[in-house]
């Protein structure tokens, strides 16, 4: 069994930071990837940032030059520094993995964090 665990959403005003976590547990062999998601009220799920192992990150363009995703690999942990943050930046943030586990290959989702942007 393996789950991803965030934390570190909350309210904030225009222009403040936040850092979320993600920390991965369980049967885990490999961890090819770590990723971060959010859905905003009544809009579908987009990708933020994205680490794979053995390659460069890529961010979406609305969050280039205020998010950075990084990681920790001895605590199987993800991060994602927030700067500037933005009322468009309110959503649901998601952990996301591709994990080489004890039963194969899984794709895992964590439960959620909330961040919400005031203005």
């Known amino acids: 069994q393996v789950q991803l665990v965030e934390s570190g959403g909350g309210l904030v005003q225009a222009g403040e930071s936040l850092r979320l976590s993600c920390a991965a547990s369980g049967s885990i062999f490999t961890i090819y990837s770590m990723n971060w998601y959010r859905q905003a009220p009544g809009k579908q799920r987009e990708v933020v940032a994205t680490s794979p192992t053995r390659a460069t990150t890529k961010y979406a363009d609305s969050v280039k030059g205020r998010f950075t995703i990084s990681r920790d690999n001895a605590k199987n942990t993800a991060y994602l520094q927030m700067n500037s943050l933005k009322p468009e930046d309110t959503a649901v943030y998601y952990c996301?993995?591709?994990?080489?586990?004890?039963?194969?290959?899984?794709?895992?989702w964590g439960q959620g964090t909330l961040v919400t942007v005031s203005s």
């Open positions: 996301n993995a591709a994990i080489e586990t004890g039963l194969g290959y899984l794709e895992v």
